[in-house]
């Protein structure tokens, strides 16, 4: 098993729920299609709040011998969607 601290961009993704069917745990699926399940501590748990929103997210990933990615993030951020020109109506 290795560790990592990175920084990655992605979406906030449901993994599993309890059975009331409320997410219990999430992944961070990133730009290059990696996926990152979010380890269970305390910025982890608040990441329940941000499901399918774009974070940028920092923390330790340990990689299991399986290939499986665990994230214990130090800090995220929640990114802003801006539209682009197009979306907006500008035209060149």
Excluded: H, Q
């Excluded at 269970?40 to 941000?50: A, I």
């Excluded at 993030?73 to 969607?81: A, P, T």
């Amino acid at each position: 098993m290795s560790d990592n601290r990175i920084t990655i961009r992605g979406v906030v993704n449901a993994m599993e729920w309890d059975k009331d069917e409320e997410t219990t745990r999430v992944a961070i699926l990133t730009t290059d299609d990696e996926e990152y399940l979010v380890a269970e501590n305390k910025l982890g748990r608040e990441l329940l709040d941000f499901e399918t929103e774009e974070i940028r997210a920092t923390g330790v990933v340990r990689e299991s011998e399986y290939g499986e990615k665990t994230i214990s993030l130090s800090r995220y951020s929640v990114i802003e969607y801006e539209p682009s020109e197009e979306e907006r109506g500008r035209r060149d």
